[in-house]
Structures are given as structure tokens and as C-alpha cells.
């Protein structure tokens, strides 16, 4: 520990405190007239006492703990300082004066003088510092009245915390549960339940409300936003309860509510033991390593510790920027980073044969339905080819597991993208029964906040005054915060045998609008008053709703609440190769009209353009109706 000016003075203030502490035992037991043979036991043993005592004070690492914040553990290392400093100033005397002349109440009597001298100053100085007058009342700020929603742990730390905070002045509590009604945290009372702070907000003169309920359920979040947002005054909240434990947030770090706390579902529970026996210590690959999913994948991996990780994206912008971030968070680990398409075969075996990954993760494709209805070469040679090339690459090079990251959009889909995506995991599921790789098809909706999806659309949007725009008022999603998606997939990556198609529970599906009206109320505007909200009609290949299996597939449990099984046959393998063959003449050739076609008879009876191009005719009746 090294010596400052500051620490040395708190030394020197417990070394004083000690001889007072010492001498008040010798006055309380003579009542405070002390004669004069007793001064001189008092000065002969009180070098011996300083010693021993100091040394107990230093064991205990009293010096360590800040008085700003002392607290109750601070005051047990006073006590067993104390404890322990009087023992051994006893034995020490004893050894060397067989305790001639020392009054032995004095043993009783100098621990309570002292516990009483060491933690009294300091309590004092935390006091001072909490509720004190720092600066002068005519420079000091006035601070926001805040009323907290939740007296649990959260809200007793939050108002703790606050009440030494130069900013906020808490002044009660709401809560749910009704045995805390009237009770009392940290001076502050328990005003009722969160259903009337209407009517507390302004009885009180609130000033802000905060949500203190990090590990709140999305609907629980739901209905109380729907109280605040009654209100004329902002409202804040908690980070997530996992950010606290992450370290990313602090409990002071008040935030506006996102979109995600109100579409995010509960915390799921995963195998982390078998995660990271799957995945510690393995040569880890991610294909679209600087996407939206592939990127978070590799931030979830870094943390497990592999024996090296390689990213494989062709955007290059992408590709530098997860670089930058794995480097600074995780400057240990072995990071390869490889620019290039997954349909170049040679680059791609190049890699494989250089590093030879354990698991490959595949989230590299192209998802934008609208974009790929209009380019279903691209589709189909990225989606399909790209994903052919990376599967038996892997079959190749003996990895051990592929996971095939798929969408809802695979289910009877409408669309080139879903056809496409539906083709590679006919193919990824069929090639298990020919290899020694088990290939895993993981298949989910909607991802809040990933690229090209509607959040980031609308907050463009409402940032711009409006419209915000929403195809259809009965168009409805699945969606799912990323980090969760990609914790999924990683779980459902290690406890796959191969072959299997795994569906995500993916919850209830929200209505587009819902996410619309949400997200302008959380930036402070009415919907329909400061920003309209326009239908413009589905775009092409877009469907009203999504499906996460096929009515064929036989869904079964898995031991993991969020992850089922969906029990799909497969598919010839020599028919899977002549539509792959198909496909790459097709592609050559820039012929579309084949591509479909054999899109159409490998997904048969589903991929129904007719069915796309009437849901969209429909929607052209309220195409720019507001709402």
C-alpha cells in the first residue's frame, strides 16, 4: 500500500485516537481522578499499547476502506481490530509486567472508548458528505424531486445513492407489493402502488420518476411505461440487471427507456458449463463476423476464451471496426480476421485448411426481402452457393460443428430471401446424413436494432420530424434483442447432434404499429399529433405475418425453455444436387426466371409469389391512409 499525505494523517489520527481511548480507561476506572502512580502505569504501558494496537489496526486493513463511504463492513474491521489489538496488548503486558499495577476493568473499558473513537469520526465525515452543506446555498443547484418505482434492491442502493448526489432528491417510493405499503427505506416512504403515481406525481411536486426494477418482465414493463407516459414529466430507469453485472453500467447511470426493454422477454436460462466446455479453448469461425448477429456472436465467444477466433465478413468497413473492438476488450485473444466472399471456393478452403476450425457459425447472407425480390441472383448465390461452398468446406476440413443461422422468413416463404434461406437449410440439414460434421440449423424472427431493420428506420424517421412509415396496421413480427438471439444460437450449437433444425421461441408476435406509436411516445411525441404515422402498403415478397415452422413439423422439447425442436424430413440428396446444379448455371447465365423455378420445386407447394402479389394488390386499398 503505498504511503500518501491523506493516509498518513488517517494513520496518525487512529494512533492518537488509541492513547485517548486508553486514557479515558484509566480515568473512567479511577473516576477521572487519576493519581499520580497511575499516570505512570498509564505512560509506561501506552508505547507498548500504540504498538500492538497499530499493528492490529494495519492487519485488519482498516487504512484500506475510504470514510466517504464508510459503512457496516468498515465498522466489523473496527471491531475486529479492536478485538484483536486488546488481546494482544493484554498478552504483552502480561509477558512483560505480569500486569503489575494495571486495573484489569481497563480491558473492558478501552475496546468500547475505542470502537466508539475510531468509528465515530468517521461516520461523521460520511454524513457530512451525504447530507452536508458542501458549497454555499447561493451556489449550490436545486435538485429534482425523484420518486422511485420499486423498493427493492435496486431502488434501496439508487436511493441511497442519490441522496449524496448533488442532482436528485428522492422522495418516496410506489410499489406492488402490498405488505411494504408504509414502510420505510432509508427515511423514505412506501407511497402505494405504481397504479396511482398520477396522482402521487403531482400531489408531490414530483420532478422526475424513476423505474427502479432492472430485472422487470417486458409486460411488467409495458403496463408501467403505460402510467408513466401519462405523465408531463421525464422518467428514467435502471439498466438491465445483466449490465450491472457485466460492469458495463453503474447504478447511478440513469437512461431513457429503449424500445428494447419493452419487446425484450425474460432472461433466459442457459447451460453455461456446457457453452463454455463447447466452445473454450476450440478455433471458432463466423461467417458475416460484422453483421448484426455475426458481430455479436463474436463478442459473445470472446468472453468464453477460445483458442482463436475467425472472423469472415466482405464488407471491410465492418470488418475493421469488430477488429478494433475485440482487440481493445480482449487483447489476448487470437484473432483472425479474413476480408473475402463466402462464394469464393478458394479463399474459403484457404482459410479452412490454414486454421481449421472446431465450429463454424454461419451468419453471413442477405436478408433485405424487398432488395431481394429485385435481385434474386444475388439471393441465390449468397444465400444458397455461399452457404454450399462454407458447409462443405467445413465437411472437408473435418470441423466438428456447423451452425446454420436461418430466419422465420424460411417458413412458407413468399419471397426470394425465404426461399433462399429455406433451400440452404434443406441442404445443411441433408448433408449431415453424408458427413462426420453435424450440421445445425437454428431458425428465428426479427432482431431489435439489427441492420436494415425497422428500428433503426423509425428512430431515422422520428428524429426527422416524420412520417414514420408502417406497411400494412396488420403487419406483425417476432422480435428478439440480439445478445439473447446469439445466446441461443450458442447453446443450441453445442447440444445439437447434427441434423437438427432448432426454432427459437421467439414469444408473442408485436404489431409493427405498436413498435411505431412506442417508439415516438419514448422520444416525447404523440403519435397522430407531432408525428403521423403513414401506411404505405406491403412491399414485395413481404408477408402479414411471420411463421417460425411449417405445419408438417413436429415441434418437441429440448430441456431449454426458449429453444424447440422441429422434426422436418429430408430432403433426396441427389435432388438437393441437381438443384444446386441449377443454381449455378442459372447464376451464369443471369437467368432469374430458372432461378425461381427451381427455387419453386425445391421448396415445393410454398414459395407462392401469387400469394405475395395479392397480399400486396390488398394493401394498395390503404396504401398512405394515416393513422
Known sequence: MKFS??????????????????????????????????????????????????????????????WRFASIPDLWNIVRAVTVGVTGVGLVLFFFTRLEGVPRSIFALYPVYLVLLLGGPRLAYRMFKDYGVITGAATRPARQRMLLLGAGRAGEMLARDMSRDGQYLPVGFLDDNKRLLGAKVHGLSVLGDIDHVS?????????????????????????????????????????????????????????????????????????????????????????????????????????????SLILFERSEFNLYNIELELIAKYPTLELHCCLGDICDSVLVENVMETHYPDIVFHAAAYKHVPILEDNARAAVQNNILGSQTIALAADKYACSTFVMISTDKAVNPTNVMGASKRAAEIFCQSLNTRSQTKFITVRFGNVLGSTGSVVPLFKRQIKNGGPVTVTHPDIKRYFMIIPEACQLIMQAGVMGQGGEIFVLDMGVPVPVKYLAEQMIRLSGKVPGDDIEIVFTGLRPGEKLYEELFYEHEVLSETGYSKIMLANSSLVDWDI?????????????????????????????????????????????VIKLKRA
Not at 448484426?292 to 456472436?297: A, K, M, T, V
Open 5 to 66: 499525505l491523506h493516509r498518513i494523517a488517517i494513520v496518525v489520527h487512529d494512533l492518537f485516537m488509541v492513547s485517548v481511548a486508553w486514557l479515558l480507561a484509566f480515568l473512567s476506572r479511577y473516576n477521572f481522578s487519576l493519581p499520580d502512580a497511575e499516570w505512570n502505569i498509564f505512560l509506561a504501558t501506552l508505547p507498548a499499547v500504540m504498538v500492538v494496537q497499530g499493528v492490529a489496526l494495519w492487519w485488519t486493513r482498516l487504512y484500506r476502506g475510504l
Open 199 to 307: 396522482s402521487i406525481v403531482e400531489r408531490l411536486d414530483i420532478d422526475v420518476v424513476v423505474i427502479a426494477m432492472p430485472s422487470a418482465s417486458s409486460a411488467q414493463m409495458r403496463s408501467i411505461v403505460e402510467e408513466c407516459e401519462k405523465l408531463n414529466i421525464p422518467f428514467r430507469m435502471l439498466p438491465k440487471l445483466h449490465d450491472f453485472v457485466s460492469g458495463t453500467s453503474s447504478l447511478s447511470a440513469l437512461r431513457e427507456v429503449a424500445i428494447e426493454d419493452l419487446l425484450g422477454r425474460e432472461p433466459v436460462s442457459l447451460d453455461w458449463q456446457g457453452i463454455n466446455k463447447g466452445l473454450t479453448s476450440k478455433v471458432v469461425m463466423v461467417t458475416g463476423g460484422g453483421g448484426s448477429i455475426g458481430s455479436e456472436l463474436c463478442r459473445q465467444i470472446a468472453k468464453l476464451k477460445p483458442k
Open 576 to 620: 438437393i444436387e441437381r438443384a444446386v446444379a441449377v443454381f449455378e448455371r442459372a447464376c451464369r447465365d443471369n437467368n432469374v426466371e430458372k432461378m425461381i423455378a427451381q427455387l419453386r420445386v425445391l421448396v415445393p407447394g410454398q414459395y407462392c409469389i401469387a400469394e405475395s402479389e395479392k397480399q400486396i394488390a390488398d394493401s394498395k
